[in-house]
C-alpha cells in the first residue's frame, strides 16, 4: 500500500505561484511515475504533468512554460511548481502514482485526497 499526500493547495491572485507537494510513504515499494492531475467543476479530470523515475517529464500543452514537475528521490516527494496561474487553472489538485509492489512485481496505481487551487482576484 502506497500513501500520497498531497499540501500546498490554496488561493492565488491570477499571475501569482503555488508549489504542490506530493509526498509518498508505504513499505516494499517503487514509484515508476508520478502524475499531478486536475479536475475543475463540470469538467473530466486531467493530466497536468508526470514525471517518471528517471526524471522523464511532460506537461499538458496549457501548463508549459508555467509549470515545472520535479522530484527528491530521498524524500520520496513529487513537487508542481506552478507560475503565472490563470483562473483556469482553479481545479482540485491530485497526484497519482503508478507504484510497483516488490515481494511480487505487481504493478499498482494510487491517488492522493486533492488539494483545491483557487486563482481569483
Known amino acids: 500500500q502506497v500513501q500520497l499526500v498531497e499540501s500546498g493547495g490554496g488561493l492565488v491572485q491570477p499571475g501569482g505561484s503555488l508549489t504542490l507537494s506530493c509526498a509518498a510513504s508505504g513499505s516494499d515499494f517503487s514509484i515508476k511515475a508520478t502524475g499531478w492531475y486536475r479536475q475543475a467543476p463540470g469538467k473530466q479530470r486531467e493530466l497536468v504533468a508526470r514525471i517518471t523515475s528517471v526524471g522523464i517529464t511532460n506537461y499538458a500543452d496549457s501548463v508549459k512554460g508555467r509549470f515545472t514537475i520535479s522530484r527528491d528521490n530521498a524524500k520520496n516527494t513529487v513537487y508542481l511548481q506552478m507560475n503565472s496561474l490563470k483562473p483556469e487553472d482553479t481545479a482540485v489538485y491530485y497526484c497519482?502514482?503508478?507504484?510497483?509492489?516488490?515481494?511480487?512485481?505487481?504493478?499498482?496505481?494510487?491517488w492522493g485526497q486533492g488539494t483545491q487551487v483557487t486563482v481569483s482576484s
Open positions: 497519482n502514482a503508478d507504484s510497483q509492489y516488490l515481494p511480487s512485481g505487481r504493478y499498482l496505481n494510487y
